[in-house]
């Protein structure tokens, strides 16, 4: 009997020997490393039509997949390294795209606070309510205030525009805020366990009040300086004009605060030294103090640019890395609901910052969209909607 001559192959800088005719898949399954699949099925021929199990050989440069490439001695494979991450992302992403329909709603692109509208329908169908305000708050923290001063962007968005009228998409979530807060024990998200880092929000208006709602989720302790006697900063010229009503709105601020946000009013934070004191205490310091004087900004020590408070529209973070700023602060204007969506896209970004991550800020989810419908094709598409 003659011995097998036994292959070397190095996987993520670990070497195996195996048999000549093995794929490189279970060579690295063989190592204890996991490559992903999905259109391998094992005792198959090999199809190699996702593309989803590329690795790239370091000997010659080229991506191949692993199912279907067998072992060379000496071959050297790279698995886990960001290059072949990217080529598995686009392998999937071309595979996404190519179905009959929108990967996200228009309704998701047309709302800022990118809120996954379809489940809060379906779940409003199906009568469940807590389910329904837990969806709605991941993405928005202050609904029930929302409901009534959003201009509904996400329903001029609605695919339903082009056969009747738009879902209303803005009554129906203000409906479940309210009955939220008329339950006598309204929904309060779970916050992770104590990180040990501090922040300060310049501003309880709809920006600062998001971000803190979404900091504290995520562990951080969150300290709100408002120079108001009340928190809810521009959202009070809606309850003058009776568009708000104010025990809403206060309704609101209380939940923000159930979550574990320290108030400071009527503190303000009015000039360098007083910021200053503030980057000295915390870890990361928030700018949501709204539309701001140039010059005022300046004279506080802030970066600006010709709209207020200078920052990378990615992550909202200034040239000073602890230094974030959000809102009308960096706008001058902006809908209320833009405002609350920066205050959780700010979130992700200082959550990222305190973590050690690059920070990258929320980023673009993918998608692939159907275009326009036309006549004919409108009425089986709604089928069932």
Same mark, same amino acid.
């Given at each position: 009997?003659v011995a097998t001559t036994?292959?070397?192959?190095?996987?993520d800088?670990?070497?195996a020997e195996?048999a000549?005719a093995?794929?490189v898949?279970?060579?690295?399954e063989?190592?204890g490393?996991?490559?992903?699949?999905?259109?391998?099925l094992? !005792? @198959?021929?090999p199809?190699?039509?996702?593309?989803?199990?590329?690795v790239k050989?370091?000997?010659?440069?080229q991506?191949?997949p692993?199912?279907?490439?067998?072992?060379? &001695?000496?071959?050297?494979v790279e698995?886990?390294?960001e290059?072949?991450?990217?080529?598995?992302?686009?392998?999937l992403?071309l595979l996404?795209? /190519?179905?009959?329909g929108?990967?996200?709603?228009?309704c998701?692109?047309?709302c800022p606070?990118?809120?996954?509208?379809p489940l809060m329908?379906?779940q409003?169908?199906?009568?469940?309510l807590?389910?329904?305000?837990?969806?709605?708050?991941r993405d928005?923290?202050?609904?029930?205030t929302? !409901?009534r001063v959003?201009p509904?962007p996400?329903?001029k968005? @609605?695919?339903r525009?082009?056969?009747?009228?738009?879902?209303?998409?803005?009554?129906l979530k203000?409906?479940v805020?309210?009955v939220d807060?008329?339950?006598?024990?309204?929904y309060?998200?779970?916050?992770?366990?104590?990180?040990?880092?501090?922040?300060a929000?310049v501003?309880?208006?709809p920006?600062?009040?998001a971000?803190a709602f $979404?900091?504290r989720q995520?562990?951080?302790?969150?300290?709100?300086?408002?120079r108001?006697?009340?928190a809810?900063?521009r959202?009070? &010229?809606?309850?003058?004009?009776?568009?708000?009503?104010?025990?809403?709105l206060?309704?609101?601020?209380?939940q923000?605060?159930?979550?574990?946000?320290?108030?400071?009013?009527?503190t303000?934070?009015?000039?360098r030294h007083?910021?200053?004191?503030?980057?000295?205490?915390?870890?990361?310091v928030?700018?949501?103090?709204?539309a701001?004087?140039?010059?005022q900004?300046?004279?506080?020590?802030?970066?600006?640019?010709?709209r207020?408070?200078?920052?990378?529209?990615?992550t $909202?973070?200034?040239d000073n890395?602890r230094l974030f700023?959000?809102?009308n602060?960096i706008?001058g204007?902006?809908?209320?609901?833009r405002?609350?969506a /920066?205050?959780k896209e700010?979130a992700?970004?200082i959550?990222?910052?305190?973590?050690?991550?690059?920070?990258?800020?929320p980023?673009?989810?993918?998608?692939?969209r159907?275009?326009?419908?036309?006549?004919?094709e409108?009425?089986?598409y709604?089928?069932?909607?």
């Open positions: 009997m036994m292959v070397k192959i190095t996987i800088g670990r070497i195996v000549p093995t794929t898949l279970h060579a690295a063989g190592l490393i996991s490559i992903p699949t999905l259109c391998h094992e !005792g @198959c021929s199809t190699t039509s996702c593309q989803i199990c590329l050989n370091a000997l010659t440069g991506f191949v692993s199912c279907a490439t067998k072992v060379t &001695d000496g071959m050297i698995s886990e390294t290059e072949v991450h990217e080529m598995r992302r686009t392998a992403e996404l795209s /190519d179905h009959l929108d990967c996200l709603a228009p998701f692109f047309a606070a990118h809120m996954d509208i329908l379906q409003i169908g199906d009568r469940h807590q389910d329904a305000v837990a969806t709605i708050k928005i923290a202050m609904p029930a929302l !409901g959003c509904k996400c329903e968005g @609605c695919r525009n082009a056969s009747d009228e738009p879902v209303t998409v803005c009554e203000r409906h805020a309210d807060l008329a339950s006598g024990d309204p309060v998200p779970t916050c992770l366990p104590d990180t040990g880092k501090r922040i929000i501003g309880a208006g920006t600062g009040l971000a $979404y900091l995520q562990g951080h302790a969150c300290d709100l300086f408002e108001q006697p009340e809810g900063g959202l009070h &010229d809606e309850c003058a004009s009776g568009t708000l009503p104010i025990d809403v206060r309704g609101e601020v209380r923000v605060e159930k979550v574990g946000v320290n108030f400071h009013l009527a303000p934070i009015a000039d007083a910021w200053d004191r503030l980057l000295d205490e915390f870890d990361v928030v700018a949501c103090c709204g701001s004087d140039v010059a900004l300046q004279s506080w020590g802030l970066p600006v640019d010709k207020g408070v200078a920052i990378n529209k990615e $909202y973070q200034t890395p700023a959000a809102g602060a706008r204007k902006g809908l209320v609901v405002s609350i /920066d205050g700010a992700i970004a959550g990222q910052y305190l973590v050690g991550e690059v920070v990258r800020g980023g673009k989810p993918f998608s692939s159907i275009g326009k419908l036309t006549a004919e409108m009425p089986p709604l089928a069932g909607a």
